[in-house]
């Protein structure tokens, strides 16, 4: 019997579909708690068993935000079987992605600096 040969890239694709897809699912959600939520990055384990689903969150809590999405997981992951033509749909786990407003910090922090420079030239 002959394996398959592994598609190049093949996880990369999935991964960028599952994260174009589960964000257009996320807006269907009707969980006060999910408020505008954007998906940064899939990360899907070699298996396809599991995808990390990285998001940020414009207005809301992060920490209530990753628990409705965590136990809306099993909810998007049926509808994502229905749009992917794949064989394992990977079991999904939201995490909070905290970058954007690490950067806005740092970002403050840089304007500061340079204001009191400013003063003392």
Do not use: W
Not at 10 to 25: C, K
Not at 57 to 78: H, K, M, S, Y
Request: aromatic fraction near 6%; glycine fraction near 4%; proline fraction near 3%.
């Amino acid at each position: 019997m002959k394996h398959k040969r592994a598609i190049p890239n093949r996880s990369f694709r999935i991964a960028d579909q599952i994260q174009r897809d589960v964000a257009g699912l996320i807006r269907e959600l009707k969980d006060p708690r999910v408020g505008m939520v954007t998906i940064h990055a899939v990360e899907v384990t070699a298996d396809y068993a599991h995808a990390k689903v990285f998001f940020s969150l414009l207005v809301g809590d992060p920490q209530e935000c990753e628990t409705a999405l965590n136990e809306a997981a099993g909810f998007i992951r049926n509808s994502l079987f229905k749009k992917l033509q794949i064989h394992t749909v990977p079991t999904l786990h939201f995490v909070f992605d905290r970058t954007t407003e690490r950067a806005a910090e740092l970002n403050l922090l840089i304007t500061q600096a340079n204001a009191s420079r400013a003063k003392d030239d």
